[in-house]
């Protein structure tokens, strides 16, 4: 008779069982054990230090196309497609997904396959009168063979399975959202790194322009000096501004060498890679992006890091839930079936098909308090993911507000300086007219060069800075992801 049939005529004759299934069945949707996972938050409405003019929202998923550099782009795809950061958050979501059709596998019997066999020879001995050796009584040799099957299911009556299961895909979530976060965060490091680089490398030509005139008014002075029209001392002191301008030349190159480094190994190759593509110094930057605008209270769904500790607290409220049913009992059914024989001596094989069924309740009396601690631990693992959600919050906020007023900042710094920067320019003009005119001299016009250099200088890092702050923001909002479907860089 079939395993299942058999399964099936004893849960009919033990209706104890039969209605202990139906009400599992009944009550599976409503665990007495699910704990809230819930935590409120309280964002303010307004940001303190935001810009007026940033009010638009604009796209994030692919907010570094608004600098309509096409090496940009190359660089940000090339990031998403090799970055080791993101393949180990790759393999992560597989990891999780595995444990979800492993944790899913307790919802079904556990069916085996059992098989044996052997051989056997027996022999007793039975003691006689003292002093005799006895009487040994030796049955023949023996063949057995067995096989058959065996199934288990504990039944799952207080849902202790369902919340492990919800606890798994929580965490599957999460590694969706640590992949998101993974994103966001590269894409800001290679933006970064890149316009940095863009601004190192213009501040390396304006140096070189600053070493060439301080060589000019250095090789004036002389001249001046041989006519009896400079001192000594004005002599010394241009060549220690001659020296010290040299001096900053390759701290600057090392620095852009150390960024195209960086990119490289951003992008999954060795630091060298880069080096010959990113060494060619690029126009300056015509567009940036827009300053994105957002609530604080939108970058609860927008940043991925916030979502990913969110699935923590629900992951974490699952697992206490399941904690807590430790303290019911469990009821496992067990079924077998099979077919066993046994040849002895020349006799014919005695054969047969045997089979069980039975059913087991346990309930916790006693285990010196493990049960009730591991629910304890699990309770504190809740407490610590709903302090981690709200601290996560606060600190997307302070990434938020710092990046503001970076921004604020350094649009101040390059009005400031562009502002100078032009005056300086037209004094230079001015001292260049007056000069070819007989009315200034040489070492005049030289000087407003080298004023009008260090202010483009100070005006390059400043619009850098801008650069670099507009990417914080977008980063701090949460941008560069693609929620829903596979982030490209297209």
């Given at each position: ?9 004893y ?57 309509h550099?096409?090496?940009l ?21 597989k ?28 022999i ?8 005799s ?42 590694a ?22 863009r ?44 020296s ?9 190159t ?35 992006p827009?300053?994105?605008a957002?609530?604080?209270v ?18 974490a ?24 024989a ?21 309930a ?13 631990a ?20 302070e ?8 921004y ?10 562009t ?13 260049q ?35 670099v702050?507009?990417?914080s ?6 941008g ?11």
């Amino acid at each position: 008779m079939p395993l299942l049939i058999k399964f099936g005529l004893y849960m009919m004759k033990h209706k104890t069982i039969t209605a202990i299934i139906i009400s599992y069945l009944a009550l599976s949707a409503c665990t007495p054990t699910r704990v809230s996972g819930q935590v409120k938050l309280s964002p303010p409405e307004h940001w303190g230090n935001q810009p007026k003019a940033a009010t638009t929202k604009p796209d994030l998923k692919r907010w570094w196309q608004g600098f309509h550099d096409p090496l940009l782009n190359d660089l940000v795809a090339q990031a998403l497609t090799a970055n080791h950061d993101i393949k180990i958050a790759q393999a992560h979501i597989k990891e999780v997904k595995a444990l979800v059709t492993v944790t899913e596998s307790a919802f079904y019997p556990s069916v085996d396959l059992y098989a044996s066999g052997g051989r056997e020879k027996k022999i007793d001995r039975i003691i006689g009168v003292p002093g005799s050796r006895g009487i040994q009584l030796i049955t023949p040799t023996g063949d057995s063979v067995s096989g058959g099957l065996t199934a288990r299911w504990e039944i799952d009556l207080f849902g202790g399975r369902q919340l492990d299961k919800e606890a798994v895909l929580a965490q599957a979530v999460g590694a969706e959202e640590t992949l998101s976060a993974v994103q966001v965060g590269l894409l800001a490091q290679v933006a970064t790194n890149y316009l940095e680089l863009r601004g190192v490398q213009q501040r390396v030509a304006i140096q070189q322009k600053t070493i060439a005139v301080n060589q000019e008014k250095l090789r004036a002075l002389r001249a001046f000096h041989r006519a009896g029209l400079a001192n000594s001392a004005d002599l010394s002191g241009q060549k220690a501004l001659l020296s010290a301008s040299e001096a900053v030349l390759p701290w600057l190159t090392q620095s852009a060498s150390a960024l195209i480094y960086r990119l490289s190994i951003l992008l999954g190759l060795p630091p060298a890679t880069m080096e010959t593509k990113l060494s060619i110094p690029q126009a300056e930057l015509v567009n940036l992006p827009i300053v994105p605008a957002l609530l604080p209270v939108e970058l609860l769904t927008q940043r991925p890091d916030l979502r990913m500790a969110k699935t923590e607290i629900t992951a974490a409220a699952a697992k206490l839930g399941s904690a807590r049913t430790d303290l019911f009992p469990k009821i496992q059914l067990a079924a077998s079936a099979g077919y066993g024989a046994i040849a002895v001596g020349g006799f014919s094989n005695l054969a047969e098909s045997v089979y069980s069924l039975g059913t087991g309740l346990t309930a916790p009396i006693f285990n010196a308090g493990r049960i009730r601690a591991y629910i304890s631990a699990a309770d504190s693992r809740l407490q610590q993911a709903a302090v981690n959600y709200e601290k996560t919050f606060l600190l997307a906020m302070e990434d938020v507000e710092n990046a503001y007023i970076a921004y604020r900042t350094a649009t101040g710094q390059s009005n400031n300086f562009t502002l100078a920067e032009a005056s300086a320019k037209t004094a230079y003009e001015q001292k260049q007219l007056l000069y070819n005119k007989g009315a200034e001299n040489y070492l005049a016009v030289v000087d407003a060069q080298k004023n009008e250099l260090a202010l483009l200088d100070e005006t390059t890092k400043s619009n850098t800075a801008i650069s670099v702050a507009i990417v914080s923001l977008y980063r701090a909002f949460g941008g560069g992801w693609n929620q829903g479907s596979k982030n490209t860089a297209e």
